[in-house]
């Protein structure tokens, strides 16, 4: 949620540095005049507060004296202030409900340093590792590879759960638990807490990273106010949701490897073969909470460590800087990471390290404790690392061969009793 100081002391400012995001926001309006409601009645409540306890004075006072007449006119006026105060107060619950509302409607703002773009065609290149290699026959799409070699059913699966689902068989499964166990592997060596979340998220949670309400329609609802979390990041950052952490404590690292679940709406036609795009996938995710003026160096941390983890499965990729059009409501600040896929012969999106400064934070309604024994709200950040249905399809497309094996990579030939080749 953002920051309501930000849109009360510098409005015009605020809302320019939003309009970035080429995108209108109507709610900025609708925020100057509910805001104004608020203020208004806050003040009317306050006041008639006062009056009232005036008055209790001052009945006191008159039954002291024996004013009995006085004092029971002054308690009929104590009753009708009371009235009063309850319908104003009645009132700012509405009012407040809106504002909350417009809140949260409002993305976080982007960071000076965020290059300005209209859409992801404006991200900017940062860097690249490895060269795509060239095969000297034109490299097949994952999903022949896979069915070829019964890494996949993906008729079976249509059958028991219909579209955009797969059952990963024999070493396809293989392949997805041992990326699991190498990627939790990796972030563990780097000081990240592993944890393993539950897959259903309480609606606070949600409203507390982001995901409410925009995201609502993208998400499997279920009973009870509860959905099946779209992303690891809901449950890591929800795990210290309305808690004070102590200073020296921080920065926290955690790490989870578990399904996540989307419905995809408005994705007809995209990524209709294959894995990339599915209604319940793995990912392996990272969260840092930092004090704020340590979290843009947890950015670049974090994105190094999502690198890291396709440098040692030596699989060419990019780092792309978001620009102000494409980045994610609570992010300030985004880096993806695009891995190499050799059918399509581009790179694609396998991670995405935002900073989401203290805008879940405020929400989620975490804070931390400081020397001064002030609190403050940490800054939060979640990175993917990596997602393994893509890791999974960049593995299989880029180490194919010729004859239509698969070779493995060098670090993971440990966990397939160091055979050479997928066959």
């Not at 638990?177 to 780097?190: A, E, G, I, P, S």
């Not at 950015?299 to 800087?321: F, K």
């Not at 593995?395 to 055979?419: C, T």
Request: some cysteine; glycine content about 4%; proline content about 4%.
């Amino acid at each position: 949620m953002i920051d309501i100081s930000l849109l009360r002391n510098n409005f015009e400012q605020t809302k320019q540095k939003l309009l970035t995001r080429n995108k209108q926001f109507p709610q900025l309006a609708d925020f100057l005049k509910v805001d104004h409601q608020w203020r208004t009645l806050t003040t009317t409540i306050q006041q008639l507060n006062e009056q009232r306890n005036k008055l209790t004075t001052n009945v006191k006072q008159l039954l002291d004296a024996k004013k009995i007449a006085d004092a029971e006119k002054a308690k009929k006026e104590i009753v009708l202030l009371k009235t009063q105060i309850n319908e104003n107060e009645d009132e700012l619950v509405n009012v407040e409900k809106q504002l909350h509302d417009i809140l949260y409607s409002i993305p976080n703002i982007p960071d000076a340093s965020v290059p300005i773009g209209n859409d992801e065609t404006q991200n900017v290149e940062i860097r690249k590792w490895g060269k795509p290699k060239k095969f000297d026959f034109i490299p097949k799409p994952h999903w022949e590879l896979a069915e070829s070699l019964q890494m996949v059913d993906f008729t079976r699966a249509a059958k028991i759960s219909g579209s955009r689902h797969t059952i990963f068989i024999n070493d396809g499964a293989k392949l997805i638990r041992v990326l699991r166990d190498f990627t939790l592997d990796c972030h563990v060596k780097n000081k990240y807490m592993e944890l393993l979340p539950p897959v259903l998220i309480n609606e606070n949670i949600l409203f507390g990273t982001g995901h409410l309400p925009k995201s609502k329609e993208d998400m499997f609802q279920l009973t009870n106010n509860q959905f099946l979390s779209p992303t690891e990041e809901v449950p890591l950052t929800g795990y210290y949701n309305n808690e004070i952490i102590e200073q020296k404590k921080l920065p926290i690292f955690l790490t989870s490897s578990t399904l996540s679940f989307r419905s995809e709406a408005g994705s007809a036609g995209k990524d209709i073969r294959g894995i990339i795009r599915q209604h319940q996938f793995y990912n392996t995710e990272m969260v840092i909470i930092s004090q704020p003026e340590e979290s843009f160096k947890m950015l670049e941390l974090m994105t190094s460590h999502c690198e890291n983890v396709l440098q040692q499965l030596e699989i060419p990729y990019r780092v792309i800087e978001l620009c102000t059009g494409d980045i994610g409501t609570a992010a300030c600040k985004t880096y993806d990471v695009e891995v190499w896929f050799a059918s399509a012969n581009q790179y694609r999106e396998i991670s995405s390290c935002s900073n989401c400064t203290d805008y879940q934070a405020r929400s989620s309604l975490i804070r931390y404790r400081d020397e001064n024994n002030k609190t403050n709200y940490v800054h939060t950040l979640n990175g993917t690392g990596t997602s393994l249905n893509r890791l999974w399809v960049a593995i299989i497309e880029y180490y194919q061969q010729a004859d239509g094996k698969i070779a493995i990579p060098q670090m993971l030939k440990k966990y397939f009793n160091n055979k050479d080749f997928f066959n």
